[in-house]
């Protein structure tokens, strides 16, 4: 009898573990159901941004200098699904838990959007390419698109877990929580002195942001939606 109770409550353990993973995408989710909408409208009069620096045309977000656009509304858990197209030496990101959007820098956690294939970005650390959790933490392997070609980008944050999928493949899950330090990563890897913040510490709300044209190259946003969790 107690060994049958002990399999019962294995079963019951391993059905509710794999019930529960299936609610962290490793894949792009529907985003036509229930829950989702669009992150900015289209006016982006619900966003926060310089004036003239963010224009929408035919769906598409970018801009015309290095200025974040953020959302007026601060989140706690969600998932993020948006396309993004990179030009040739494209620097940008996606910024989530913003506590501060004027010195967001060390107040936030950056995942990186960059033009892997050109030759400044090819050679950077690999904590700097695309999909990496700025300055902390590499994908799994590259999966980002050419420059001119659209990309499909999904985040989740749920508590201090980040998990991102990239053109249909998850390439990074971060646990904030093991980055104690403002100096060394865990796996030792330097972390940037701009990062001043270690991420373990940062709040779990803020607002959720875009960068800009950084260094030149623009950034192309289209689709962006999101569902709260």
Not at 25 to 35: D, M
Not at 99 to 116: M, R, Y
Not at 173 to 190: E, H, R, Y
Request: hydrophobic share 40%; proline share 5%; net charge neutral.
């Amino acid at each position: 009898m107690r060994k049958f109770a002990f399999v019962a409550l294995s079963c019951l353990f391993l059905f509710v573990s794999c019930s529960s993973s299936r609610k962290v995408p490793t894949t792009h989710p529907n985003t036509t159901g229930k829950g989702w909408h669009l992150l900015f409208n289209d006016g982006l009069s619900n966003a926060i941004y310089p004036k003239g620096v963010w224009t929408v045309q035919d769906g598409i977000i970018t801009a015309s200098k290095d200025e974040a656009l953020w959302t007026e509304k601060q989140y706690d858990d969600f998932i993020l699904d948006l396309e993004f197209k990179n030009a040739d030496g494209t620097n940008s990101g996606v910024i989530v838990h913003a506590t501060d959007t004027d010195e967001w820098i060390p107040h936030s956690v950056e995942l990186q959007i960059a033009d892997d294939y050109s030759e400044e970005w090819s050679k950077a650390p690999a904590t700097w390419q695309c999909a990496a959790v700025f300055g902390h933490q590499a994908v799994t392997k590259r999966t980002v698109k050419k420059p001119g070609e659209w990309n499909h980008y999904t985040i989740t944050c749920k508590g201090k877990k980040i998990w991102i999928v990239l053109n249909g493949e998850l390439v990074n899950v971060c646990d904030m929580s093991l980055f104690t330090s403002a100096k060394i990563n865990p796996d030792g890897s330097p972390i940037p002195d701009w990062l001043s913040n270690p991420m373990a510490t940062l709040p779990l709300h803020g607002h959720i942001g875009f960068q800009g044209k950084h260094a030149g190259a623009p950034i192309y946003f289209r689709n962006i939606k999101i569902k709260e969790i």
